[in-house]
């Protein structure tokens, strides 16, 4: 029922998204509009009309968090929960998904306003504010994975996807405020989940997902001096990247980059190791230069990075010549770049740098 007129709909709200950069305001007063449209042929108590008006409503959200105004998007997620909900009511085996998916918006959209979107060396110590928002985003992952479960445990790959990203997100939720012990069960949990939908599809997609989370995971273990599981965790990741790097050398490149860096960091501490840590650090590199080449020069901050990575693990390793020529190139990279750009990241890199060459 209504499909002809719900495929138009879709199709106009993803227009709409794609040109929402040029005029914020007047991409989702579009969307408004569609909202309507969808009133003229769905009564407003019907399925059709829950289910597109959410998905318009969380295109509103998006467009509003890209235009940097949390407030509204706040709200058209908040409406996108209270749609999702009314459809929920309606059919509970067949609209679960979009409910769940709701709550975990919502939760993506909570996460990233208190700042604990990503795992920091130091905890966050949180506001009284934040904190209630903390409680809250906890609160609406949990609803999302309660809205996956019955049908995660049939192996039904989206509630299966849905769930492990909860997990995920969850995990550095927990790390960034410096709970690591919860961080790293929900995070084992996700990735447990991943490696569940890694082994039926095993797609370019899928085994992204599942490496970065790997690596996400090898980050806490690292903050908490496990460099034994950091490692093993950062070897599976590299495993599944390689796997899939033809399929996409600049995205899969970048990421087998960082997780060799961040696997040489792991050699360099263990004894039994240190004598793999160079040529670990030099694969990283030689990894993001020619991502960095194939992307037009769009990786040249993490080349720097990297250069200055491998000059501090030869001055730790005593190689002050090697490490100077690493020091050296990296500063050429950031001054090239600096008198291109004017970028003030480049400038920071050169202030860093210059005592050291």
């Known amino acids: 029922m209504y499909e002809k007129q719900l495929f138009v709909i879709q199709k106009k709200v993803t227009e709409t998204v794609k040109e929402a950069a040029k005029d914020p305001e007047a991409a989702v007063e579009r969307l408004m509009q569609l909202q309507k449209e969808t009133e003229s042929f769905a009564t407003d108590s019907s399925p059709e009309f829950y289910n597109a008006a959410a998905t318009i409503q969380e295109a509103a959200g998006d467009i509003w968090m890209r235009a940097k105004n949390p407030v509204k998007a706040e709200k058209s997620y908040k409406e996108m929960v209270r749609l999702s909900m009314k459809l929920n009511e309606l059919d509970r085996s067949k609209f679960n998904y979009r409910l769940g998916f709701s709550y975990y918006k919502l939760a993506s959209f909570y996460r990233a306003i208190i700042h604990c979107a990503a795992i920091y060396p130091t905890p966050k110590t949180l506001s009284e504010k934040d904190e209630k928002i903390f409680r809250i985003t906890e609160g ?29 997100e ?75 790097e033809q399929e996409d050398p600049v995205l899969f490149g970048t990421m087998l980059a960082r997780c060799y860096l961040n696997l040489g960091n792991c050699y360099s501490q263990q004894k039994e190791e240190a004598d793999n840590a160079e040529a670990t650090y030099r694969k990283g590199l030689d990894h993001i230069i020619e991502a960095n080449k194939k992307a037009d020069n769009r990786f040249c901050n993490d080349v720097i990075t990297s250069y200055m990575m491998l000059g501090d693990y030869y001055r730790r390793t005593k190689n002050e010549d090697a490490a100077k020529a690493h020091y050296r190139w990296a500063m050429k990279l950031a001054s090239d770049q600096f008198a291109k750009t004017k970028n003030p990241v480049y400038e920071n890199m050169m202030k860093r740098l210059r005592p050291l060459v």
């Open 140 to 168: 609406l992952y949990k609803n999302a994975v309660a809205c996956t479960m019955e049908n995660a445990k049939k192996g039904q790959i989206r509630y299966v996807d849905l769930h492990a990203a909860c997990m995920s």
């Open 170 to 244: 969850v995990m550095v939720l927990y790390a960034a405020v410096g709970n690591y012990q919860s961080a790293i069960s929900c995070g084992r949990e996700g990735i447990q989940l991943d490696k569940a939908i890694y082994e039926k599809l095993d797609d370019k997609a899928h085994s992204f997902r599942l490496a970065s989370r790997m690596s996400a995971l090898s980050a806490v273990y690292t903050i908490v001096k496990n460099v034994q599981l950091a490692m093993e965790t950062l070897e599976d990741a590299i495993f599944v990247l390689e796997e899939h």
